[in-house]
């Protein structure tokens, strides 16, 4: 796991709060977190979870995983995966087999690519036992 990048994370968050209009106690308050820890965030001082960091972000309304990458848990093409594949699950316009698809060739592309998928990492994605060939040019 990457060191954390606090002082960054923290004036992201300040940003981000400021963009949003929120004073430190209003986050704190629809964060569930301290107002002295979330300002002591701010400031580099304290190292928050990957769940505190879920909770501020659900509070700001931005990803998680944007917090992640500032915070030096998550790196940038992880999040940008985690975020096609969760935009994909998340869709209720295609069913269950349509997602699995989707997520096999979006896999197939990265391979591809040489970019490594995180189901290379942990596989996640049921098997369905047809393999996705991409187009070829």
Do not use: C, H, W
């Not at 968050?13 to 106690?25: P, V």
């Not at 915070?71 to 940038?76: Q, R, S």
């Amino acid at each position: 796991m990457a060191s954390l990048n606090v002082g960054n994370l923290g004036e992201f968050l300040r940003e981000q709060r400021r963009t949003a209009q929120l004073s430190l106690r209003q986050l704190a308050d629809a964060a569930g977190v301290s107002n002295p820890y979330l300002s002591q965030i701010e400031r580099g001082l304290r190292k928050p979870s990957a769940e505190i960091l879920q909770q501020l972000a659900k509070a700001l309304r931005i990803s998680a995983e944007t917090l992640y990458v500032q915070a030096g848990i998550l790196d940038e093409r992880d999040r940008e995966e985690t975020e096609v594949r969760s935009v994909i699950l998340a869709d209720p316009s295609i069913n269950e087999r349509q997602k699995q698809v989707l997520l096999q060739i979006y896999e197939s592309f990265r391979k591809e690519n040489g970019l490594q998928t995180a189901s290379d990492n942990a596989s996640d994605t049921p098997d369905t036992g047809a393999d996705v060939a991409a187009p070829s040019n």
